[in-house]
């Protein structure tokens, strides 16, 4: 194999298993930190909640047009009267 081809196999085989590479940098004390979360989110058992819980802290917040895209409008009259109003003479 040519070199570099075993890594690029590996690295497509976790593609194709729905995983993604990632490098990050942060401070000294904070390497523990995103370890735990890392490997929290690697264990079934606590990753719903702690993707969750990150989601709610981290996510950006929808903006207006995403509300009022989510609002339910059925049975809504949305509807104007064609009234012109009195006439006015000018």
């Given at each position: ?66 509300l009022l ?7 809504i ?14």
């Open positions: 194999m040519a070199p570099g081809a075993h890594l690029a196999a590996h690295r497509r085989r976790q593609r194709s298993r729905g995983l993604q590479r990632l490098e990050v940098q942060v401070r000294v004390e904070d390497a523990a930190l995103v370890r735990a979360i890392v490997a929290a989110l690697a264990d079934p058992a606590q990753a719903e909640a702690v993707r969750a819980s990150l989601h709610d802290r981290f996510a950006p917040r929808p903006g207006l047009k995403a895209e989510a609002a339910p409008l059925d049975g009259d949305l509807d104007r009267p064609r009234d012109t109003g009195r006439e006015t003479v000018f």
